[in-house]
């Protein structure tokens, strides 16, 4: 199930979804070096340009909960060795740092707007616009971007705490629109989206209501396991993270009205949608 588009429609236009989404675009293409390359398979001076970008700017666990940059002694063991949790407990005083002045939490913030490739880059743009745009038409810009952040901190947080000793970068704007997402749920439910389901080779294109999208989403990330190069923790906290705020803000009688005036808009557009099709 892929989603397309939501009939969901906005009172103004969402600068800041495509703020959030723009950022996330150059930093690939302009300041990623997985993304200023060419289609082609990596060659081994590219990979080695990649994992050193990773490790000077993107959120590592065990730097997180130690707070300080990884030695080389480190991030040699993750590289070379494959152990993914060669987080030492004592760092050498003496030893040897690739990048001494990292800023670790910053770090944290520059990984929401990072992306692992092309796919993933899509993936969330895809996830970003259909349903982040109505999250910040609901709850104003500035609240918008501050939700974003919050949710994406909170997903870090969740990852650091499954993963303490996790010597390996993670990246990628997934838990804060996880967030988003999760506020969705709560505000439009039963909002119907236009999905894309492949059977075999014949594609559909049925309107699903967003809860058993987004529900089937949150569920499959318990599929993933710990194994995998997937934060999967971090999508799941920063659900439940926007499950909880949207629940909250549903208790503010002003918020509420504004929501139900929303929801009687879209009926309307949905009564007018039909009322052209059968006068076609």
């Not at 014949?202 to 990330?221: C, D, E, H, M, Y």
Request: aromatic residues 10%.
């Amino acid at each position: 199930m892929i989603p397309i588009s939501d009939d969901n429609p906005t009172r103004r236009r969402p600068f800041m979804t495509l703020l959030v989404g723009l950022a996330c675009v150059v930093m690939f293409f302009y300041v990623q070096p997985s993304g200023t390359r060419s289609l082609d398979l990596a060659t081994e001076g590219e990979r080695l340009e990649e994992i050193e970008f990773s490790y000077e700017f993107a959120a590592i666990p065990c730097e997180l909960t130690e707070d300080r940059s990884l030695t080389a002694q480190e991030i040699g063991a993750t590289v070379v060795g494959g152990n993914t949790e060669a987080c030492l407990e004592h760092a050498p005083a003496d030893g040897v740092v690739p990048f001494p002045d990292k800023n670790v939490w910053l770090a944290a913030i520059v990984s929401m707007f990072l992306h692992a490739g092309w796919i993933h880059l899509i993936g969330n743009m895809l996830f970003l616009w259909i349903f982040g745009n109505n999250v910040e038409d609901q709850m104003g810009r500035i609240s918008f971007v501050l939700f974003y952040l919050v949710s994406g901190a909170v997903a870090t947080a969740a990852h650091v705490m499954v993963q303490p000793s996790s010597t390996v970068p993670f990246v990628g704007a997934s838990g804060a629109i996880a967030g988003l997402m999760g506020a969705y749920l709560v505000w439009f439910p039963w909002v119907r989206v236009r999905t894309v389901i492949v059977l075999g080779v014949v594609p559909l294109w049925p309107r699903i209501p967003a809860a058993p999208i987004l529900l089937a989403w949150f569920g499959s990330q318990f599929l993933i396991g710990n194994d995998s190069s997937i934060a999967w923790m971090a999508h799941v906290a920063g659900f439940v993270f926007g499950i909880v705020a949207g629940l909250i803000a549903r208790s503010d009688g002003d918020f509420e009205r504004s929501l139900q005036l929303q929801h009687r808009r879209i009926r309307a557009a949905a009564s007018n949608r039909n009322a052209r099709r059968l006068a076609e």
